[in-house]
């Protein structure tokens, strides 16, 4: 804007009146534009915050998601194993069932031959009667009797042949329940590791009765990582190696080495 005072004179003059109209729209022009441009940069720098604070808000809510997996699959896991135990308990409940069974036919026979003792003292064609229908319900009852121990003998080898599955799924349940805390995560919390007892598919229980595994969990995928073993030579010799490829960090492997070594140290004391 023109800082220079006008005399009366030079603003009857009409010229020079439109040639100062015509600078001060020309002003005004450059002070919209740049007003302008202002808004623009304003505008770009709500919508560049109102996007990352949509990410972070995107990134927290994976985050939840993938700790509700984590919590629903290690419910899962206490749940079927305890599932496993109370069926082996259902197996000890029809054995006792059939042995009481067994012991109330026993009874059921002695009270009927101390009725036939006494039916011998009556009439000879009523005792033949009803020595008749006792002999066919001594057959039906040998029979039920039959039946009964054929069942209990099953029980009984079924619940032999489970008793040593029954003796891994509680040691394999309490491995499953010092899951609930790590041992180790790293400082800024993407990394945590547990001790754990979970099987490969391709796995029984004997073949991994005396093994210790370390589960690496990456918090920021969700994804778990198995160890395979320790590494005993070359330079990457006390940290663990792992089942897929995944890039871990060294630090986490170094640390679960430390973890298994001292497992085992452990394990020989006790021997």
Excluded at 17 to 40: C, F, T, V
Excluded at 117 to 130: G, I, N, S, V
Excluded at 160 to 179: C, D, R, V
Aim: proline share 1%.
């Amino acid at each position: 804007m023109a800082s220079s005072t006008l005399s009366l004179k030079s603003l009857r003059d009409s010229s020079t009146l439109k040639s100062e109209i015509s600078k001060l729209e020309s002003e005004k022009k450059d002070l919209l534009g740049k007003l302008e441009r202002e808004q623009k940069l304003v505008k770009k720098l709500q919508d560049d915050l109102i996007s990352q604070k949509k990410d972070f808000e995107h990134l927290e809510k994976q985050f939840d998601h993938f700790a509700g997996i984590e919590a629903d699959y290690e419910a899962l896991q206490q749940e079927v194993q305890m599932e496993r135990l109370e069926n082996l308990l259902s197996k000890d409940k029809v054995e006792n069932q059939s042995s009481s069974a067994i012991k109330k036919a026993r009874d059921e026979i002695k009270t009927l031959q101390q009725e036939l003792k006494e039916l011998k003292q009556l009439d000879p064609q009523r005792l033949k009667r009803q020595v008749i229908d006792l002999k066919k319900k001594n057959t039906s009852q040998a029979k039920e009797n039959k039946t009964v121990s054929a069942a209990l003998v099953s029980a009984r080898k079924e619940l032999k042949e489970t008793s040593a599955e029954k003796e891994g799924l509680q040691k394999e349940l309490e491995k499953t329940l010092n899951e609930q805390h790590a041992f180790w995560q790293s400082k800024d919390g993407q990394w945590a590791l547990f001790e754990t007892g979970l099987l490969l598919k391709d796995e029984s229980l004997a073949e991994t009765k005396n093994m210790n595994r370390i589960r690496c969990l990456n918090r920021s995928t969700g994804s778990s990582i198995l160890s395979k073993g320790l590494i005993e030579e070359d330079k990457d010799k006390d940290k663990v190696s792992w089942f897929t490829d995944t890039d871990i960090p060294e630090e986490v492997s170094i640390e679960a080495g430390k973890r298994l070594k001292a497992i085992a140290t452990k394990s020989e004391e006790d021997d």
